[in-house]
């Protein structure tokens, strides 16, 4: 498969956590995957016990899209799939999800081929903890300062990274502000992804109006896959704009 390039127009990544991926359940999502307006799969979890790679596998041979790991932990890098999010948790201190666990899997991934795609990932705060918190024993930013979100995310931006990614958390009570996505938006030049917490097309329009470039959806789709519909019309009509 050629490189993705997540930097062209609005796009929607469906995020499946291997441990909740059940074929049947997902048949709507798994359907419209050939749709315009649907551009990618997200498989990992903070906290996840099944395997990656079938679940990976099942998706490239039942739907034409791309599938992008996003690993937990380094147990979740599976090199079948198209790319991967290396993922240095700039939002905290945690030398290990820095560097540390990059170390482990670095040469493995380039001698593979797997795209890696350098990824800032910055946890925003919000109403208790996320799972990705307790788990990496990192932090988050405190959602009312954008000022430091845009320090941090420009430091991740000149230290290399090809993507920024604002996480509310999985299923978190609100997502992402738009006062943070375009604070962010104005001051990087990578793409920008924004997930946790979109559940409706109203959220979802929100986050692309402030500025994201992929919105990501992991809990509302696991609840009702046939959303899917509703947020494919969402980039569907914002692409039919950018024309
Ligand atoms: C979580 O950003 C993703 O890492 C998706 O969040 O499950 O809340 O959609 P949701």
């Known amino acids: 498969m050629d490189e993705l390039n997540l930097g062209q127009g609005k796009k929607l990544a469906v995020l499946i956590d291997p441990d909740k991926f059940d074929p049947g359940h997902y048949r709507p999502v798994v359907e419209a995957a050939g749709q315009r307006g649907f551009d990618f799969f997200l498989v990992g979890g903070s906290l996840t016990f099944s395997p ?4 990976v596998d099942f998706l490239h041979e039942n739907t034409p899209l791309p599938v992008i790991l996003f690993p937990g932990d380094v147990e979740q890098v599976y090199t079948g799939a198209d ?30 081929g797997i795209q890696v795609i350098p990824t800032g990932y910055m946890l925003i705060g919000g109403q208790g903890k996320t799972s990705v918190e307790y788990i990496t024993q990192t932090h988050s930013l405190p959602a009312d300062k954008p000022q430091l979100a845009v320090a941090t995310a420009v430091a991740g931006e000149l230290l290399g990274m090809k993507l920024i990614y604002l996480e509310a958390g999985s299923n978190a009570s609100s997502p992402v ?10 001051n990087i030049d990578v793409p920008l992804m924004v997930g946790g917490g979109i559940r409706d097309e109203q959220q979802m329009t929100r986050a692309y109006n402030a500025g994201a470039d992929i919105a990501v959806i992991g809990s509302a789709l696991e609840k009702s896959p046939a959303k899917i519909k509703d ?13």
Do not use: T
């Open 83 to 112: 790319a991967i999010l290396f993922l240095s948790l700039i939002s905290g201190r945690n030398s290990e999800y820095l560097i540390g666990k990059h170390v482990l899997v670095a040469k493995r991934l380039k001698d593979s």
């Open 177 to 186: 502000s738009q006062e943070v996505i375009s604070a962010v938006k104005q």
């Open 231 to 243: 947020f494919v019309s969402v980039v569907q009509k914002i692409k039919n704009q950018e024309k």
């Open 52 to 55: 990656i790679g079938p679940v």
